[in-house]
């Protein structure tokens, strides 16, 4: 028992830290070009297996959405399953199987207790293998989507942020919308699934991930069973056009009817994700606006009372990448809040950070390493987005003596090289009739009932 | 496999209930502390105050200013939060191992006293109230829960949401805030929970040293929670500012802990939350009334509700969708339930529930309302076994008395008329 008096005051001293180092995993590239990946953790009698290809609504051209379309079609009927037999299948076994796409990959993953995985990944194998395709399931989902982008409408963050990266990214295809149009929809042809699957879907653009309760060699030797014959080559054909900062400030306010906060979303093209600078300008966006204890969201919450939550980062991909803060305020707030972040990012940019916030914030993002390795899906992700974006393998070994590295005057170079307050567009999903006046402060206001 | 978990359990001469679950896996620890008060003790007039004042142990106490907290477990290189449901209110942080002493400290140090401002508790009363616009008003549909839990719950304790009503959180003072801690937050009053990768030894003298020397006496009197049966069907229609239609259905149901609970999660899955679910197939699918279709149970402490919801296609029934669920309900209570479909779900259980064991959040989250709720740490070893003995005719009987047999509220919600 203790018996001396607490002295409260005295912050504790911590006891020694555990040493943490990223785990090793096993990695193998068959004769076709697939790369498969396992991360073995016995601990749980459960197994996941993440199928990446690198390919996705980037290269949609055109006819975009057609990246999202192809990938969700794939669970919905194989050769010789249908879709009502596929999740009967799924779902009997307790299962999980999903599929999807963002702009710069495509996603199937399966996830199931060990002893029914090799069925889940068989039924996996035949989605991504031996798609259908089929006229009613094409027109069954070409409906569902069209009716989940009138519902997105009702979201004045979707409203904020589908101007803003139409009026950011201007001819990259980050500019459209991943889940496509009405227009772009009906117009989709089975065709031109099929001829996307063929194009993008190849085994030397594919990582098969495995993690959980399963030996290396077995994971390896499913590959080969099921996509040892799978062959061809993925030719990149696209180009990303080179693209410039918007000149000036501008505002852009979409219409949501009766909207009592205005949401925002306020920033400019940034770099993509493959440059040197990634981590002194992460560093320096998890002081600005990438944490709970940010200046961003220590000003407009815990200083003024704007928000619930502000927040600000890099939106990091494969061909560029843009910055921006996004936050969501009582329509009375919404220059004010514009103000107060327009004030943050050019004091990042004038001044300093202290030596205290650099200690803090590096203490955080060194010290929430652990964390973030919680759990063998969670690594698995990481080592996945290291391939999408073509980033050194030591990365995550080398990573918290990079973090450690940066210097004050690394910040401010990085807030020089990435920040622009005087070039930001402003988008706006909310109630023109309470904002729009005072929006004019920052430049020109245009506001539009509706948004593609 | 075993996936029984271990748990120490020990209480201080201060009442403070303590339970101890090592866990090697990674070099990580999570403190839970549940305080068994939440917006079923706020006082009328005062609808909003535990939430707010969940809100206000993050303002400072004693020694740890304002914002602070946060601050410290991020360069510990953690996270940490709350939330605040109807009978609990629970806060966390999950932590590197070699941080356990500094988690105890500051929770120990808010729990001692609060050290607020007025103009913090101002700026947390403004965040409130934008949490509540971003949350509920400003949302598509965003009133449903406050609608259904008046409809469903009347004249009892749970007739009002969490959130609250806007005025009653700009009327809390500072002294309610300070007699609010007081009352409420004290050793007798908490569930204290810690996993990862302690000793256990170590641990109980940390707990003894900052939590030991923590004396409060609150005679909390409850209010009896008291229910009153629907004696009809209440249907609201709710002009809204969205898109498309979409209803809620809800039943009013056991609370948590329930045997019900348990059964009603082989009709949630069977009938509306899988693709091979009978109404997804049927109205999702087939048919395409409906864009999607899903059920959830609601379960605290005394009681709980059941809400069906579904958004409707454009240009499609929505009186029709409805009656094809209520009457596959019926069917389903009085029909045969295959053994197939019954091990389907086993199936599902069983993975889920390994699921739950995967993080220590988790392990924590589950055993904070076990302890708060049942008294009964252990509850999470025995969930596997409890879903397995459910049968064919206890799901008949349960659906056939809860749903069935019982009236419902409907709340229908349509695009407003002058919307764009």
Redesign the interface.
Known sequence: MITEKLDRSKKPIPGAPRDVKFPGYFEATLPNGINVIVIKDEKFPIVSARFVFKAGSFFDGEKYGISSFTSEMLTKGTQSRSALEIAELVDYHGAFLSSGCDFDATFVSCYSLKKYFEKIFDITSEVILRPAFAEDEINRLREQKINSIISYKDEGDYLASRIYKKNIYHKLPYSKPLEGTESILNSLQKNDLENFYNTNYKPDNLIIAFVGDIDEARAVQLVEEKFGSFTGEFVNNTVAEDEHLNPEKKVYIVKKSGAVQSSLKVGHLAFKRNIPDYIPASVMNTLLGGSFTSRINKNLREVNGFTYGARSFFDWKKYSGDFAVETEVGNSFTAPAVKEMLFEINKMKNEFVSDEELTSVKNYLTGNFPLQLETPNAIASKVISLKIYDIEKDYYNTYISKVNAVTKQDINDVAMKYLHPEKVTIAVGGNPDEIQKDMMQFGDVEVFDDVE | ?N?KLIFEEFSLPNKLHCVLHKNT????VNVTLGYKVGAKDEEPGQFGVAHLFEHLMFEGS??IP??EH???V??????TNAFTMQDATVYYE?????????A??LE??RM?EIDLTEENL??????????K???Y??A?YGTFLAKTMKHIFPGSLYEHTTIGEAEHIKNFSRQDAIDFHHKYYSPANAELLISG?IDIENTK?LI???F??INKSNGIIRKENKFTELTEDITETIED????EKFYISFKIPGAGSTEEYILEYFTKLVFN???SRLY?LLV?DK?LL?NISSFKFTIQDAGVYIILG?V??GKSMAEAQKIILDEVNAFAEGDIPD?DM??IK??????H??K????NRINVAGVFNRLYFKDANKINDELSRYNSVTKEDLKNTVKKYFTDAKKVVLNYVP?K???
Not at chain 2, 241 to 244: G, K, R
């Open positions: 496999m996936t896996s990674n070099p990580l004693q020694n304002k914002s946060q601050k410290i991020m360069e510990c290189g953690g996270r999950d932590i590197p191992a070699n941080f356990l002493e500094t105890l400290w120990s140090d001692n101002d700026n947390q009363k403004k965040v409130v109230l934008e949490e616009l971003q949350r008003d400003n598509p990768d003298n003894e040293k900052y030991g020397g500012n969205v898109m498309l899988n693709k091979s197939k699918y395409m864009k958004t296609n454009p197939y091990q389907k199936n599902e259980l069983e993975f889920s390994v699921n064991l995967i993080s220590l407003k002058d919307k764009k």
